[in-house]
């Protein structure tokens, strides 16, 4: 497994805002020590990341949630003790009819990667090749055309070419392909070129080029790309298996547009005379009064 660098203090990490109105705090402490419990050892970086992330979450969790968790690290040789001292401190309740709890479906981690922030998706993505529950169903390797046609829809802005590209390339879902498109970290954009097997170079013209929240930051690029270095390509796949295996989340109906209309719409701006058709030669002339009407 690949040796993640050193992060600065996790105190904002434990205070993730709610999704949707749903508090994600107690799922992402099941998801987190669920990864943490599969993986044998653990560099001292990954470590600290878990203890500090779980020593927060866990005031946020409920009484189900904490017995499960506990469940599980007391199973493990060499749980952090400081993560069971915390939790043997509350009362427990519902330890063995909540046991199963600890173990997350598809769904619960698709949407903590995303709402997660970036200290977070790393140390899932540290973790996931230990856990064969996620195991891919096969290879998604694209050929040179398929990552020629991504790097072509980037270098011209067209997110919306871009994500249907992607959709088909990986097998996830159309609106999930978006949020990838969309998000403003871009980790779900690394984690998809290592799975397809996309050179670094072309990565990173990718990441200037097609989300501005991405490219307008040397610095935030630079990181990508060394994310990108470090993450396997096993766990690439680990985590594009879990997006593929995901329920989607439908759009309410009376969204006004979906996530790739916009650079249609953005054209139909640019280019008005395209959507004419169909309107009477009459409605497009103002009407004048000559001399002769009353």
């Not at 307008?216 to 096993?234: G, H, K, M, N, W």
């Amino acid at each position: 497994m690949a040796k993640f660098t050193a992060y600065p203090p996790l105190d904002s990490l434990v205070d993730l805002a709610c999704r949707d109105g749903v508090d994600i705090r107690p799922t992402l402490l099941r998801v987190l020590t669920d990864l943490y419990v599969q993986k044998a050892t653990h560099s001292a970086d990954e470590e600290r990341q878990y203890v500090e992330l779980a020593l927060g979450l866990i005031d946020a969790a409920d009484e189900a949630t904490r017995a499960a968790v506990k469940t599980r690290l007391s199973a493990y040789p060499t749980a952090p003790a400081p993560v069971l001292r915390k939790l043997n401190g509350f009362v427990e309740g519902q330890e063995d009819s909540n046991t199963a709890q600890a173990r997350p479906n598809t769904n619960d981690l698709a949407e903590l990667f995303f709402a997660a922030g970036t200290d977070e998706r790393r140390l899932i993505l540290a973790n996931l090749v230990a856990a064969d529950t996620y195991a891919p169903r096969q290879p998604r390797t694209a050929s040179s055309e398929v990552l020629r046609r991504l790097e072509a829809a980037a270098l011209q802005h067209n997110a919306g070419e871009f994500g249907r590209i992607l959709e088909r390339a990986l097998g996830i879902d159309h609106d999930l392909a978006g949020r990838l498109v969309r998000d403003s970290s871009g980790e779900p954009l690394v984690v998809a070129a290592k799975a397809l097997g996309m050179k670094a170079a072309v990565l990173q013209r990718i990441l200037l080029m097609l989300n501005p929240a991405i490219g307008q930051s040397v610095q935030r690029v630079y990181d990508l790309a060394q994310l990108f270095d470090e993450i396997t390509p096993e766990a690439a796949d680990r985590m594009v298996a879990i997006w593929r295996d995901a329920v989607p989340r439908r759009p309410a109906s009376h969204a006004s547009q979906s996530w790739d209309d916009e650079k249609r719409s953005a054209r139909s701006l640019a280019n008005p005379t395209a959507h004419r058709i169909g309107r009477r030669p009459d409605a497009l002339r103002p009407q004048r009064k000559t001399g002769n009407e009353p």
